[in-house]
């Protein structure tokens, strides 16, 4: 059983078009994150919502639009694609309650996106 | 401005060494510090720390925080080959925060 699964795990695709990544996490948590990783391995936070409600949107291109049907996915759709989003798109999960129950702290990732824009 | 700092940026060694990596950070609202190690896909959780000076150990791997200096440290003992692989330090602020250092590879040579 796979905690944090993302779909799809690879995808090439031209310049301009719209794309989406799905993610799922059975566990339970109560926090969904979007990290965008680039070539030089630095992971950035792009995302983060809680119980679906969006917490944390840093300075990303209106581009990029995620949605949270459930608590359970956090879905990325990507429009009018360019070649700098040329990267590895890790979904991550956690269970922090905003200080009102356990925290673990402890981020699960899924195994990642790999987009490549020609 | 940078949040959390890692060092070395990249390291090799032979099988057998022992290796320390180094994170510092500068954060409000400190919660915790982690540490992933990241093969070929996702990170995979390693250790997370709350309390200075309490080390937490797994096998050949240990770590430990000074809050007071703002600093972590990971040690591999007696490194393998199956030890190469980018060790990501992560601070949490704040809840839901994560900030994560750009790593450091650390390539094991037998």
């Known amino acids: 059983d796979t905690a944090v699964s993302q779909t799809p795990k690879y995808l090439v695709t031209q310049m301009g078009n719209d794309k989406s990544i799905k993610c799922e996490q059975n566990l339970g948590h109560d926090t969904m994150y979007w990290y965008k990783q680039d070539s030089k391995k630095f992971l950035k936070i792009m995302f983060s919502?809680?119980?679906?409600?969006?917490?944390i949107n840093e300075t990303v291109p209106n581009r990029f639009s995620p949605k949270s049907p459930d608590k359970a996915h956090l879905n990325l759709h990507i429009n009018s694609l360019e070649l700098g989003d040329s990267a590895v798109y890790f979904c991550?999960?956690?269970?922090?309650?905003?200080?009102?129950?356990?925290?673990?702290?402890?981020?699960?990732f899924g195994e990642g996106s790999r987009l490549t824009v020609l | 401005e940078d949040k959390v700092v890692q060092s070395p940026l990249s390291l090799v060694v032979h099988e057998g060494d022992t290796v320390t990596l180094n994170c510092s950070y500068e954060v409000t609202n400190f919660r915790s510090l982690l540490w992933y190690k990241q093969e070929k896909k996702a990170p995979t959780f390693l250790f997370m720390l709350t309390s200075s000076g309490i080390e937490k150990k797994s096998g050949r791997l240990s770590s430990i925080l000074d809050k007071k200096e703002l600093f972590s440290i990971l040690n591999i003992t007696a490194t393998q080959t199956g030890d190469s692989a980018i060790y990501l330090c992560?601070?949490?602020?704040?809840?839901?925060?994560?900030?994560f250092g750009s790593g450091t590879k650390l390539n094991v040579k037998p």
């Open positions: 992560a601070v949490q602020y704040n809840f839901n925060k994560f900030y």
């Open positions: 991550a999960s956690s269970q922090d309650g905003n200080g009102r129950g356990p925290n673990t702290g402890e981020l699960f």
């Open positions: 919502y809680n119980n679906k409600e969006l917490i």
